[in-house]
């Protein structure tokens, strides 16, 4: 988040949450820092334990940061979506975990129908922790898989075998854990599109509900975990972009649904009916069937989206720890909104979710005249010349073969790669 700043910080923060609507649904998003292994394509901010040291300071501090933000809210926050991103949330121990889960249920709201979900590692997954995670009351999964293809999986430091996953799969079924998702990765080291077909027809084997199919990002300057790949093994834009087209061709032959620019889901998915009722959402996780206006990023880096604009807490552990022992939250930096912000996202959304953007009414719904708007993005012209894109009275649309160029489409809204101000 290269524009966020540090004079939006503890103060900044606790005054927002005390501005939230006591009625209004939240969602919630949980971050844990660890791994029992390190994934060299991951850039995530994780690290390595094999100790339960570091997990339970880690855990105290996140039961103290719950109860101070908890504080701020004139009474108990309406939970519809709680998310245990990572990291791999399930290194935390299964009591552990479910003091967790009760202590958020003590200081939220929690609906009957909440989606609660979590990633999980395969080959460190317990039947233990299944059962655990039955009686917390999780009810969707994010199964990380990558690749299945073993050269691919030596390649990046994740081997991960198809009867770990298929295992891990049946046990979450047979203890109520119906939703699953899959991550599939396409661009890392040694992969073909014959392997990346392959590795879907396994993942399909299995039937998830829905999957997010993402682009590795090589960027050792910033990762130093990816230095360990062989960058002459990566494959280039062009193999990229037909791994991609390849994957997406077959989950759509399966009957799944393109959601977006990277996702798919089963017809009967919440994404897949948010996407046909106009409802779908995009956030800093992917694409989303929550309406929650607000999300309350709770762990060390998380993000949170308030009514004002977005937190981001301290990524390093130490500094996390260090601000809520003072008693105040996290807070290390993040954005305020402003009304023009708040106009291009909802347009930078529409098109990222539903690949067309009826420009002049969202600008009528923000207050704003769309001509200005439409004038300044000069990447438009360009796009619709190009035949991306069709334009008519303000009104975009995305063609359906050039649906992988959405983010080139998005960014011309995006004022923080054009700089111009449209009032």
Known sequence: MPDFSATVGAKTCETWLRRLPPDDPVSLYIHVPFCRAICWYCGFPTSLTRSERPIRKYLATLHAEIRLVAEQAPRALPVSDVHFGGGTPTTIAPADFLALMALLR?????????????????????????ETLQVAGVNRASIGVQSFDGVVQRSVNRVQSEVQTASVVESLRQHGISRINFDLLFGLPHQTVRSCVDSTRTALAMRPDRLAVFGYAHVPSYMKRQRQIDETALPDNLARAEQAAAIADTLVSAGYRQIGLDHFALP???????????????????????TCKTVIGLGPSAIGRLREGYVQNESATASYHQHIQAGRPATSKGYCLSPEDRLRAAIIERLMCDLQ????????AHGFDPIPLLNSADRLGMLAEDGIVDIEEGFIRVKQEHRFLVRAVAAAFDTYLDRIPIN
Request: proline share 4%.
């Open 268 to 290: 009967n998915d919440e994404l897949a009916l948010a996407q046909k009722a106009g409802q779908l959402r995009r956030n800093s996780l992917g694409y989303s069937a929550d």
């Open 106 to 130: 003590r200081c939220f709201a929690f609906s009957k129908s909440a989606t609660i979900a979590i990633e999980i590692d395969p080959r460190a997954f317990t039947a233990e922790m299944v």
């Open 357 to 364: 953007a009826d420009v002049p009414a969202i600008c009528a």
